[in-house]
């Protein structure tokens, strides 16, 4: 949605995947838009609701999938209800984000929060010459990433004329004539236009009235095969947590992959397979002007909190071959177990190959490989993509002195 709001000449409903009238022509899906189901009645198999003109409807079930996914936080602040204060979670919330920046002339949009959507709807809207401001509560740029990572794509940020505003406890929103203001300490910011970017959280609730069990995050617990605590009922999507491939333990990590596999899965189980899904690392990717940032498993301190001891590495390298013309800087962070040996994760940031690169660190964490192993991976060789050796393999020949 993003990439759609930087473009003013294209449409939301382009990235509509799949209309509900082929569900209903094409597959013969009895698909109910505009009902809203209220509650689910585990013993009776039956869930309750509403339709659009507001009559109770019953829908019995012999299996039931929960994939109401997340909704965007929005902190309670005064004037966080006012006119041109808004989120990015569905295509609704697109559309009108396009409507207004049109019909209201925007020139300035002030950005609560420095997640992956407030980077990419930063891009978006400096693409669109609107000028942008973010601003956060907490200290840190970045709290998860590697400091010196950070310090890059924060330059980043700032060299492309957006100001970042950290360590602001945000007091209110109020109208400033035909605008808004946001009032912090010592500090107010204005613009036509605030995007609320710091966080999701699950749509759980139908879950919990029903007394199935929660996990992180008031995330949905699901078994490998994706059941809840009714064997009848299962969760996906961004409702649900996972088991993390390097701790082993149970975390709320919504990301788009998950979510589709997580679906697949629960369509075969219910059809009488047994498909269980391994977990997941964490692994990420976004783009912010023109870096590429990426990350896959724990950070240093996920890692201490996990009860590993962890040991970190950071190097500077280069994208493609010595003298290789259009050589760009590439960063690269890992994270091992002094304990173990084991690689726990890893950050990269460039304006190319990152993106790429973190998939050989993701498919490391899944195989549980140590930093030793990692380093010994035959990663393949050409002047225009990178030097002999690649950058995580510098990495994990560095890290592999302090693990």
Request: with cysteine; proline share 5%.
């Amino acid at each position: 949605m993003p990439y759609n709001v930087a473009d003013a000449t294209r449409d939301m409903d382009d990235l509509i995947v799949r209309p509900a009238h082929v569900f209903k022509e094409k597959q013969g899906i009895d698909v109910r838009i505009q009902h809203r189901a209220e509650a689910i009645d585990p013993a009776g198999k039956i869930v309750t609701g509403r339709n659009a003109a507001g009559e109770p409807f019953q829908i019995p079930y012999d299996k039931l999938l929960i994939a109401t996914g997340a909704r965007a936080v929005m902190p309670k602040l005064a004037g966080i209800d006012s006119p041109g204060v808004m989120a990015l979670k569905d295509l609704e919330d697109g559309r009108r984000i396009k409507v207004f920046i049109k019909e209201q002339g925007v020139k300035k949009v002030v950005i609560l929060g420095m997640g992956y959507i407030a980077f990419e709807m930063c891009e978006a809207f400096r693409a669109r010459g609107i000028e942008v401001e973010m601003i956060k509560p907490r200290p840190v740029f970045i709290p998860w990433m590697n400091e010196q990572l950070a310090s890059v794509v924060k330059k980043e940020v700032e060299a492309n004329q957006v100001k970042v505003h950290l360590g602001q406890p945000i007091e209110r929103i109020a109208r400033n004539g035909k605008g808004l203001r946001v009032t912090c300490p010592g500090l107010q910011l204005d613009g036509d236009m605030v995007l609320v970017a710091v966080g999701v959280r699950p749509n759980s609730e139908l879950a919990e009235n029903a007394g199935l069990v929660l996990g992180p995050g008031k995330s949905v617990a699901v078994d490998r095969m994706l059941r809840t605590s009714d064997p009848d009922i299962y969760a996906a999507g961004d409702c649900a947590d996972a088991f993390h491939v390097v701790t082993g333990q149970r975390t709320w990590i919504p990301l788009a992959l998950r979510a589709n596999r997580a679906g697949w899965a629960v369509a075969d189980n219910v059809l009488g397979g047994k498909v269980e899904l391994q977990g997941v690392a964490g692994t990420a990717v976004f783009k912010v002007f023109d870096l590429e940032v990426a990350r896959t498993g724990l950070s240093v301190e996920e890692a201490r909190k996990g009860g590993f001891e962890p040991a970190e590495v950071v190097i500077q390298s280069q994208t493609r071959a010595h003298k290789h013309p259009g050589s760009l800087t590439i960063h690269v962070q890992l994270v091992g177990d002094k304990k173990t040996g084991r690689l726990l994760g890893a950050q990269i940031v460039g304006k190319e190959g990152a993106a790429h690169r973190i998939n050989a660190a993701a498919v490391a964490l899944h195989a549980k490989m140590s930093v030793e192993e990692f380093g010994q991976s035959d990663l393949a060789y050409a002047p225009p993509f990178g030097p002999t050796w690649d950058p995580v393999l510098t990495a994990a020949n560095q890290l592999v002195k302090a693990v």
